[in-house]
């Protein structure tokens, strides 16, 4: 069980709400972990993998030298409580904050939540701070990362993770990430096989559409649609 989802709260002291806060253990358990490696084994290849609307990555990563990182877990701020606040430290005294705001199949808490948590993070002292929305979305949710107006706003989503560690899951902490994510199958699809065969469901047409659309579905995926022309 995720040791900061219990400090905080989030999880009752009886574990009768845990069905309703996996997300919050899911928080816990992977950035928990993370913060026990140090910035290159661990955060900074996370960082690495996030884009923004125009598919590009955070830029200070490969400018600044990072000595030290701090997490603090649903932090109460002026106008909202993300999941994630880190404070970056530079060799030359520099300090990055980096608000992280994790969905898994829960919505956004009000139509304003991720402007809200903008707002707190304009205030946090540091030039290149950056807001990081992660969820499991399989493409960029570009609507919602589109009203906040915030410049420095970056997606990520559960597969990127797996992605970011899995070179390293000889580590004994990576490890548990990648089970816990392999767990809820948040790991990339590693092709057809004979255990789970691909079934074409239904050919649908669409109007004005010239070409004719495929659905299928694994197993394996729960609610995995893979679209072929």
């Given at each position: 069980m995720g040791i900061y989802a219990v400090i905080?709260?989030?999880?009752?002291?009886?574990?009768?709400?845990?069905?309703?806060?996996?997300e919050d253990l899911m928080t816990s358990n992977i950035f928990q972990n993370i913060s026990y490696l140090n910035f290159e084994e661990g955060l900074s290849k996370i960082l690495k993998e996030a884009i923004n609307i125009d598919n590009k990555q955070i830029a200070f990563l490969n400018k600044k030298?990072?000595?030290?990182?701090?997490?603090?877990?649903?932090?109460?701020?002026?106008?909202s409580q993300p999941d994630l606040l880190?404070?970056?430290?530079?060799?030359?005294?520099?300090?990055?904050?980096?608000?992280?705001?994790?969905?898994?199949?829960?919505p956004l808490s009000g139509d304003d939540q991720l402007e809200r948590e903008c707002k707190d993070l304009k205030e946090l002292p540091g030039k290149d701070n950056i807001f990081i929305y992660l969820t499991n979305h399989s493409i960029i949710p570009i609507e919602e990362l589109t009203k906040t107006n915030l410049n420095n706003i970056f997606w990520l989503n559960y597969e990127m993770i797996f992605n970011a560690l899995k070179a390293d899951s000889e580590k004994i902490i990576?490890?548990?990430?990648?089970?816990?994510?392999?767990?809820?199958?948040?790991?990339?699809?590693?092709?057809?096989?004979?255990?789970?065969?691909?079934?074409?469901?239904?050919?649908?047409?669409?109007?004005?559409?010239?070409?004719?659309?495929?659905?299928?579905?694994?197993?394996?995926?729960?609610?995995?649609?893979?679209?072929?022309?």
């Open positions: 905080k709260g989030k999880v009752s002291s009886t574990g009768s709400n845990l069905s309703q806060r996996l030298n990072i000595k030290s990182h701090k997490f603090e877990f649903w932090p109460n701020l002026n106008y880190i404070k970056l430290a530079t060799e030359n005294g520099e300090i990055v904050n980096i608000m992280i705001e994790v969905k898994l199949f829960s990576v490890a548990d990430i990648i089970k816990l994510l392999e767990h809820y199958d948040f790991c990339p699809f590693d092709g057809w096989s004979d255990k789970y065969n691909k079934v074409d469901l239904y050919n649908a047409r669409f109007e004005n559409l010239i070409s004719w659309i495929t659905y299928t579905q694994t197993t394996k995926y729960k609610k995995q649609w893979i679209m072929e022309k």
